[in-house]
């Protein structure tokens, strides 16, 4: 982000600062020259931490090759630190590359012996395939609010290994589908009521990097279509 490149523009530019000021400290003891001005400190210490060293400046006494050390080690942390911030923020994967379908299925409710059945669909937008993909699906009951009830959707085979393209999750409403009692509402009033939501949650990673790879969304009566 522009945010991290000017912390990072900064600290090096303090780190070139603060090492210049010690080398001008040091004068001749840091060079071969009889007396180190501050531009050639400052020099000295953009070659040192940029490790280019011509040879024409160059660390001649303990002094001056503790101050190069301790100038390296801290340019090498904070490489490492500020390439971190480039994996997290750039390269790891958007939760944004898996989309949930739009809308969900409530189907064969009127089927006397067939119990209904909900469906949506999860597809991929990236290249980069997902892997060791979990899908949990959640309902939240306000029908008894202040009461909220919190119960779990078992979906069909809800441990994908490797999701390439996009998958469709199957939740069968039979008699212990905490489902049911909505079913029976579709059936009676061929409508949803509309106290309830149910929250579909993929967890997987990316392949390559091993980042987590995470997205919500969410289906209430608005976003399930009722099937026959």
Same mark, same amino acid.
């Given at each position: 982000?522009?945010?991290? @490149?000017m912390i990072g523009f900064f600290d090096f530019a303090c780190i070139t600062i603060v090492y210049t000021f010690f080398f001008w400290l040091g004068?001749?003891?840091?060079?071969?020259?009889?007396?180190?001005?501050?531009?050639?400190? +400052?020099?000295?210490?953009?070659?040192?931490?940029?490790?280019?060293?011509?040879?024409?400046?160059?660390?001649?006494?303990?002094?001056?090759?503790?101050?190069?050390?301790?100038?390296?080690?801290?340019?090498?942390?904070?490489?490492?630190?500020?390439? =971190?911030?480039? +994996?997290?923020?750039?390269?790891?994967?958007?939760?944004?590359?898996?989309?949930?379908?739009?809308?969900?299925?409530?189907?064969?409710?009127?089927?006397?012996?067939?119990? !209904?059945?909900?469906?949506?669909?999860?597809?991929?937008?990236?290249? =980069? &395939?997902?892997? @060791?993909?979990?899908?949990?699906?959640?309902?939240?009951?306000?029908?008894?609010? !202040? =009461?909220?009830?919190?119960? #779990?959707?078992?979906?069909? #085979? &809800?441990?994908? #290994?490797?999701?390439? +393209?996009?998958?469709?999750?199957?939740?069968?409403?039979?008699?212990? =589908? &905490?489902?049911? #009692?909505?079913?029976n509402y579709g059936r009676l009033y061929d409508k949803l009521p509309t106290a309830f939501n149910i929250l579909v949650t993929i967890n997987g990673?990316?392949?390559?990097?091993?980042?987590?790879?995470?997205?919500?969304?969410?289906?209430?009566?608005?976003?399930?279509?009722?099937?026959?």
């Open positions: 982000s522009p945010t991290a @490149a004068g001749d003891e840091c060079t071969s020259s009889d007396d180190m001005s501050f531009k050639e400190a +400052f020099f000295l210490s953009i070659q040192s931490i940029s490790t280019v060293g011509y040879g024409s400046i160059s660390a001649t006494s303990y002094y001056c090759n503790i101050l190069v050390l301790m100038q390296s080690w801290n340019v090498i942390l904070l490489l490492a630190f500020f390439t =971190s911030l480039l +994996f997290v923020n750039v390269i790891r994967p958007d939760s944004g590359m898996m989309v949930f379908s739009d809308v969900a299925c409530l189907t064969d409710l009127h089927e006397n012996n067939t119990p !209904p059945v909900l469906t949506f669909q999860l597809c991929k937008k990236s290249i =980069s &395939p997902v892997c @060791a993909a979990t899908i949990t699906c959640v309902l939240w009951d306000y029908s008894r609010f !202040p =009461s909220i009830v919190r119960k #779990e959707i078992k979906v069909e #085979e &809800p441990h994908i #290994e490797w999701l390439d +393209f996009g998958v469709t999750s199957v939740h069968v409403v039979d008699s212990t =589908s &905490p489902l049911l #009692e909505i079913a990673s990316h392949p390559s990097t091993g980042a987590v790879v995470s997205r919500v969304f969410c289906y209430n009566c608005q976003n399930i279509l009722l099937g026959r």
